[in-house]
């Protein structure tokens, strides 16, 4: 029993006196208090007091005591603060915050609290200071040295850029280790004052001005939660708040600095027709959709509903994507439909649904905090998921997990790792199989969890047999010591998550490997547990979304199969349409051939980029240019609109309401916060007009009324609605109006009933290094940069941390060549040659190069293959044979 | 002045009555005046009050780690009010803001720098009211000279006064290299020392009155374990000064401290070792279950990357005069550190008889170091209770012995040994008895051992040492049978490297050479020492100290002809004499951070083989770890 302030309260071990008087109610200043670190302790503003101590004492570091009488607010107490408040006052210069305002000036509140008058603010300032990123500036005057920056970038994100040093006989924040910082503005978000702004937007209290609207982050599938700052319809910032969704008040550069693109002038804001001399003009919304819906009917018409085929968006909405899914089956006749999750996890889906019943990240991310032992194979996640990456980190740092990465590429994670297994690219199955070798023959395997739960282990453990240590290094080049210290580390501690992404995925087999993943996480009794899980990280905003929708060419919205007469009459009556197709359609990797071949006449493509984003650039482009019409609708005039015969100015995320959903199955609210630019259209509004000119009236279709819709026909989202979500998201299966969603599956049983074991043997990569081609490339993404880079290459907030592409080349082999870091090189495979910049870098394996696919520029996939995994219909965009030479 | 003269407020704050005759004299080691973190003690009429505060102040303002905001701000503006005072341009409210921040900043700063960094200044304005007002009206005449030192609990203990508080932070701010740069001011071994210290430190943590002290020697080892993250490369060493060249003999761990901190002096040195490798002690008696010997020798090669040269199987002749062997070989100067290589008798019939299967614990654990198994059989019996009886018992069972009996003398209480070595000993399986002597060792008719005679004891009355006398229990002889007796009750130096006469060294009755403590400096002013051959058997950063003061001194007389304490060290012993740690300071508020453990193998598992035995800390472990530390850094400052 502690007794603060009158009341007698018990205790948590371990809790502090601060912890204790927050749950009960009582307000202690904590102005350094950064969540997820230790306390800071610098503020001193907690300080209380307590009985036999001669002096006060910090709330935030003192642990509650048996018999502890604690004062928290008495006369000795408010004097302290106020002191402390009075010095703090004279030391910077501070300005006053805006009415509006949150989270920035609970400085500025404590000041009133405490009654502390302000001085009058010195007047003249002198310029910023230099820190580790442009996109953030640092007024060392209006610095109060608290250290949150510090923590946040130290602890929360295990970087530190900064510190804290003696300059001209005065503390300040300095640039310490400035190669590591990530721009991810976690120490902008955190500063109480005005000491760091954006150096993107205004800045300031400036950006703290007018609106606030919550949504949901159009970037990668962590599916954080911002804040977009407004102001006569334009964005002056992004923050975060610090209670709310999954990042808890932390963002990633692209989140917090790539907003500029929502205003820029590159926007597409009218309708634009391609005129017989090959040039575009601009059209109004009638005449463009009417042509557009012309061409469609003609061709299907003229060849049939197949010769069409359309390309969902995982940037657009849910409601977007259910929409597309049904203009293309139910309007248009077509099961023609796919989307970029084609090339990143459809070896997800696939795997996953075989091995489980269900194709999604098995447990939340908050789970990982639980795990004893994480291993994170192909997903360089503090740069592509850095969100999810903050909870890996925490379980690390605070919780004691032990961190296995299984990368050929040196990452941010290896950094932070236990153990990195560097296998030679495409050798994944055959060091999982070793890994899963060690633990059978050592007993380690969970054979209640496997006799209770699962089916096929006896044929996985007599393929096993020969995936001896030995033969495994052979092939991966792991030593066998590392291959049992991770086997015993898995076999022994419990839980384990596992998390992967396109490493392993984006393979000619990525469906075997996803499998056997699979195998391991059930071999170790991983599957359902808290902390456990075969965790895919999911690339875009809403690529769970638009699979989740039935933007796919085999299944309607739910998985719920094509081939099923019942679903099909299911979807028919609530859609008011004729039958509906039954074939499964093609895949994004198929109609690219099927469109050279000729076979396939017309596309419909809502928000993609295939000209950059598909295998062998070349193939792609020419099978785009073989279309009798092609329909684009983009926020962007991108590659793949150059060559469209209809361009459709469409919203960004910013400009539509909707739901997106998580890579952690979350479902979440989209708010609109602006209007689109010029003539521009939500896809929403776009999909109902082309139906309507189709010949098929929608009737007024809102975001929420069509989130009902999908409810009615989609069992895992039976439950879920607009109105719900704006108390926060839902993680699906939701089947009912009283169901709380499902964080974490396979619990109780498998979606399918018993988890199946598949066993796979290694195979090759289907490209190997030859005499003309000794170098083998893997392709990917990088921190400050999206996908093809239409979004995050515009403005200066990213482009100026990460301008050009640049080509990770091992010392050695640079060495060999003759290459100098910053030199221009031109990188050549049998498909076609690129030219990049090299930077030599130990994060490269010898005999392995890095191209990232953003630049259009330097397109990585002009020499990727279109290799595809028989199953998924995935590329093989990890492994192609290049050659390396300077360039004239 | 106001006050009557020898002046003191020593002890105040952990309440305990100022008395200025029972407070330890500044004057002794040549101050007038003494301030710091309890109080001030002030001997001669000429000492400016105002102005010695005014020294203090600054040294905790440029302390302040700007961690914390009372004590980063008010320590500032402290420094400014007494600035401005000391030029006559200060106001009695200035005073009066004086003492309000001082107050402030004791009660409310984070750590020890604040805590206890005004404290003398509020002793000052109560005791020395007219001196500030007359520094109001008149200013400071003129500056004195002062000496300022900064210090706390664990660094006082550290014979090396390594500043752990600093590193500590350093990796908690996960700044491995800096920590281990400031590890490295006072420890060119972080990786052996790190692993084998005695941690004097931690019996002196504050935290201790708390929870439990931090682990401070583990913290040491982790930010050595980090150097793959990107450790400093050793700075390459400064040109050599002048032609002046340092002999240094023995390569144990004083010789290796000298010549590594002379190197960076700008001295190289040679150092001549008897032995086939460098680390003396480190390397042959300390076996690698504790101290992997890779580990050793890479910190041997940093060294040698400071201008060290190492020659190894060199053995200094003996009998000759070391003065007339540094003539001849063109030395300026030397450094002796040969160590205490003698083993201890036992005392016990059948020591000398040269029976099979009896060897001294050293001659056990060289031999093993050296790749040989001295000893097998069955059932073995170790005699004495330090570290190397316990390193000793638990080798053996790693060549193979079952049983393993230690005998001590005396009870558990007593024992000499690291209660962790001790723990672990007593993990893997070795049989611990007390209150008993050996008297005669027993041996068949081929000379081999067969058994030990003991004697039973009793623990009596207190002797020089303050523990209990054990006594013999007369008639309660019994033998242990037994296949081998390892004695390791302690070793003696012999320092014969010098001739007393002929070079003007002094030795002492236990055959140590005397040196002056501070200076390392012999009667010879060319012969330095430090070491086990001048204090004795002790430890291994005793032995790293002295071999860092001694290059200090050494450095001095090369450069300036003459070698003396400096004021800093002066300083440094007053604070010695004063103490720093609190042992009767009571901490108001439990703790309830449990000590982070590292990592041990299963005692059935270490015990196969000599592999470490230790796995050192995680990342988060070390984090957490090192978050736990209350930086009781302490200032003081004194007039010269």
């Known amino acids: ?178 190669e590591l910082c990530a721009s991810c503005g976690e120490c902008l978000q955190v500063c109480p004052t005005l000491a760091l702004t954006d150096a993107v937007g205004p800045g300031g209290w400036s950006a703290w001005k007018g609106q606030r609207i919550t949504t949901t982050c159009g970037y990668c599938g962590c599916g954080c939660q911002m804040d977009l700052h407004l102001e006569k319809g334009s964005v002056l910032g992004v923050s975060a708040r610090d209670h709310v969704g999954v990042n808890q008040g932390s963002l990633c550069a692209k989140g917090r600095f790539g907003y500029e693109f929502i205003q820029s002038r590159e926007r597409l804001t009218t309708p634009l027709i391609r005129g017989d001399d090959g040039s575009f003009r601009e059209a109004d919304w009638e005449e463009a959709l009417s042509l557009a819906a012309e061409r469609l009917s003609t061709l299907r018409d003229r060849h049939g509903p197949d010769s069409l085929a359309g390309l969902a968006s995982a940037k657009c909405t849910n409601e977007e994507n259910y929409l597309f899914q049904k203009l293309m089956r139910g309007v248009l006749g077509t099961n023609n439909v796919d989307h970029c999750a084609r090339l990143c996890h459809s070896s997800t889906v696939a795997g996953l649904a075989s091995a489980f019943g269900s194709g999604a990240m098995t447990n939340p991310i908050r789970d990982v905090l639980r795990s004893r032992v994480i291993l994170v194979t192909g997903s360089n996640t503090t740069e592509n998921h850095p969100i999810y990456a903050n909870y890996i980190i925490h379980a690390v740092q605070h919780q004691g997990a032990k961190l296995i990465v299984a990368d050929p590429r040196g990452i941010g994670l290896t950094r932070l790792a236990h153990l990195w297994l560097r296998p030679r690219l495409g050798t994944d199955l055959a060091w999982i199989n070793g890994l899963m070798h060690i633990i059978l023959q050592r007993g ?48 022994t501690e419990h839980p384990a998550s596992l998390f992967y992404a396109m490493g392993i995925t984006q393979h000619a087999n990525g469906t075997d490997k996803v499998k056997v993943l699979a195998d391991l996480a059930m071999l170790t009794g991983n599957v359902g547990v808290e902390g456990g899980g075969v965790n895919p990280l999911r690339g875009q905003n809403n690529v769970q979304g638009a699979c989740d929708m039935g933007a796919l060419p085999n299944v309607f919205p739910g998985y719920q199969p094509v081939g099923e007469s019942e679903v099909r009459q299911r979807f028919s009556r609530v859609w008011h349409c004729g039958d509906l197709p039954a074939e499964v359609g093609l895949a994004a990797t198929q109609m690219m051939p099927r469109a050279r071949e000729g076979s396939l006449k017309g596309m419909y493509i809502m928000g993609e980029n295939p000209v950059l984003s598909d295998p062998d650039q070349g193939h792609a482009e020419s099978a785009l240019d073989s279309l009798q019409f092609l329909l684009v609708q983009d926020i962007f005039f991108s590659e793949t609109a150059r060559r469209a015969d209809i361009v459709l100015p469409s919203a960004s995320f910013a400009e539509k309401d909707g739901t997106f959903t998580s890579s952690e199955r979350l479902v979440q609210r989209v708010r609109r916060a602006l209007s689109p630019p010029g003539g521009a259209r939500p896809d929403l509004d776009i999909l109902v007009h082309m139906a309507a000119h189709l010949g098929t009236n929608w009737g007024e279709c809102k975001p929420s009324g069509v989130m009902e819709e999908i409810a009615s026909l989609t069992p895992s989202y039976g439950g879920i609605t607009h109105q719900r979500l704006e108390a926060g998201g839902i993680p699906w299966p939701c089947p009912d109006r009283e169901h709380p969603g499902t964080p974490r599956l396979h619990e109780q049983r498998f979606s399918r009933g018993r988890g199946v074991f598949f066993p796979v043997h290694h195979r090759e990569p289907m490209e190997q290094a030859s005499e003309q081609y000794p170098l083998l490339l893997t392709t990917g993404r990088v921190g400050p940069h999206y996908h093809t880079g239409t979004m995050t290459r515009q403005g200066v907030g990213l482009t100026r941390l990460y301008p050009q592409a640049l080509a990770e080349l091992s010392p050695s082999d640079a060495d060999r060549l003759g290459i100098g870091d910053g030199e221009r090189v031109r990188l050549t495979s049998p498909r076609g040659s690129v030219e990049a910049v090299a930077q030599v870098s130990e994060r490269s394996a010898p005999g392995e190069v890095f191209l990232p696919f953003h630049f259009h520029e330097s397109p990585a996939n002009r020499l990727t293959a279109a290799t595809l995994d028989p199953v998924a219909l995935i590329p093989e965009f990890k492994v192609s044979a290049v050659r390396v030479e300077k360039a004239e | 002045m106001e006050q009557t003269l020898p002046f003191s407020t020593w002890g105040r704050w952990s309440g305990r009555p100022p008395n200025a005759q029972a407070t330890p004299s500044p004057s002794h080691y040549g101050f007038k005046a003494f301030l710091g973190w309890d109080g001030l003690v002030v001997n001669e009429e000429s000492v400016d009050v105002v102005d010695l505060c005014r020294a203090y102040m600054d040294t905790v303002q440029k302390e302040s780690c700007g961690q914390c905001l009372p004590c980063n701000l008010g320590t500032q503006e402290m420094t400014e009010i007494l600035q401005r005072l000391s030029r006559g341009e200060g106001s009695s409210e200035e005073l009066q803001r004086l003492r309000d921040l001082a107050e402030i900043v004791r009660q409310t700063s984070k750590c020890g720098v604040g805590l206890t960094g005004t404290r003398p200044i509020l002793d000052a304005l109560d005791f020395f009211p007219e001196e500030f007002e007359r520094a109001l009206k008149n200013g400071v005449p003129q500056h004195g000279k002062y000496v300022a030192r900064v210090t706390a609990p664990c660094t006082e203990a550290c014979p090396s006064h390594l500043d752990i508080p600093g590193y500590v932070d350093m990796i908690r701010m996960g700044r491995y290299g800096r920590s281990l740069e400031i590890v490295r001011e006072g420890c060119p071994l972080p990786g052996s020392i790190g692993r084998t210290c005695t941690r004097p430190c931690e019996f002196n943590c504050r935290r201790t009155k708390l929870d439990a002290p931090i682990a401070i020697k583990d913290l040491k080892r982790f930010a050595d374990d980090m150097l793959h993250l990107g450790d400093p490369e050793p700075e390459p060493p400064p040109p050599a000064r002048d032609e002046s060249r340092v002999a240094v003999i023995g390569a144990g761990p004083a010789g290796l401290a000298c010549a590594y901190y002379l190197g960076r002096r700008g001295h190289p040195a040679t150092l001549y070792e008897a032995h086939s490798h460098a680390g003396g002690m480190a390397a042959t008696a300390i076996p690698r279950f504790r101290l992997p010997r890779n580990i050793l020798f890479r910190e041997i090669e940093r060294i040698e990357q400071t201008g060290a040269e190492i020659r190894c199987n060199t053995p200094i002749s003996r009998n000759i005069s070391l003065q007339n062997w540094l003539e001849d070989n063109g030395f300026s100067a030397a450094f002796v550190g040969v160590g205490a290589t003698q083993s201890s008798r036992m005392r016990c019939e059948g020591e000398d008889a040269g029976y099979e299967c009896f060897m001294t614990g050293l001659e056990f654990l060289n031999r093993i170091a050296a790749g040989e198994t001295p000893l097998q059989g069955d059932r073995l019996v170790v005699v004495g209770g330090g570290n190397v009886a316990m390193d000793c018992s638990r080798s053996a069972l790693r060549l193979g012995f079952s049983e393993v009996h230690l005998l001590y003398r005396r009870t558990q209480q007593e024992m000499p040994a690291d209660a962790e070595e001790f723990r672990q000993a007593g993990e893997e399986g070795v049989e611990f008895r007390y209150l008993l002597q050996p008297v005669r060792i027993l041996s068949d008719q081929n000379g081999r051992v067969v058994g030990l005679e003991c004697l039973r004891m009793e623990l009596g009355e207190p002797d020089d040492s303050g523990r209990r006398r054990p006594e013999p229990i007369q008639g309660s002889e019994f033998v242990i049978e037994c296949d081998a007796v390892i004695p390791a009750i302690g070793q003696t130096c012999v320092v014969d490297c010098v001739l007393p006469d002929e070079d ?63 004021p800093d060290e002066l300083l440094q012993s007053y604070i010695s004499e004063l103490t720093v740690f609190d042992t009767a300071e009571r901490l108001p508020a439990p703790g309830a951070s449990p000590r982070a453990e590292p990592l041990l193998s299963p005692a059935r598992e270490r015990r196969k083989d000599f592999r470490e035995v230790e796995e050192g800390f995680s990342q988060p472990q070390a984090l957490y770890e090192a978050s736990r530390c209350l930086r009781c850094y302490r200032i003081a400052v004194a007039a010269i």
């Open chain 1, 1 to 178: 029993m502690i007794h603060i302030d009158g009341q007698s309260l018990e205790f948590r071990e371990g809790e502090t006196i601060l912890e204790r008087a927050q749950r009960a109610g009582i307000d202690i200043p904590a102005l350094c208090r950064v969540e997820w670190a230790y306390p800071v302790q610098s503020c001193r503003l907690c300080v209380v007091e307590v009985s036999g101590a001669d002096t006060l004492l910090p709330a935030c570091a003192t642990c509650a005591g048996e018999g502890m009488t604690v004062h928290t607010a008495s006369e000795a107490v408010v004097r302290a603060r106020r002191e402390i408040l009075t010095l703090l006052a004279g030391s910077f210069r501070h300005e006053t915050p805006l009415g509006n305002q949150r989270g920035k000036s609970y400085l500025q509140e404590l000041f009133r609290r405490y009654h502390i008058p302000l001085p009058h603010p010195p007047s003249g300032e002198s310029g910023p200071a230099e820190f580790p990123t442009p996109n953030i500036r640092y007024h060392p005057q209006k610095c109060i040295v608290c250290h949150r920056c510090i923590a946040a970038c130290r602890e929360v994100k295990n970087i530190g850029a900064i510190d804290i040093r003696q300059v001209e006989g005065k503390s300040r924040v300095v640039p310490d280790r400035t």
């Open chain 1, 444 to 491: 380690w395997q969970d054979q209640a969890f496997i006799d209770e739960r699962t089916e096929g282990f006896d044929e996985l453990a007599s393929i096993l047999r020969g995936y001896t240590p030995d033969y495994v290094t052979s092939v991966t080049g792991i030593p066998a010591e590392e291959l049992h210290r991770a086997a015993e580390l898995l076999g």
């Open chain 2, 504 to 566: 003007q060294v002094q030795l002492t009755r236990w055959n140590t050479m005397l040196v002056d403590a501070i200076t390392q400096q012999s009667d010879n002013e060319r012969i330095f020492a430090g070491g086990d051959c001048t204090t004795g058997p002790d430890t291994l950063i005793g032995a790293l100290a002295a071999g860092k003061r001694a290059a200090r001194h050494i450095a001095q007389f090369l450069e300036t002809g003459t070698c003396r304490a400096e």
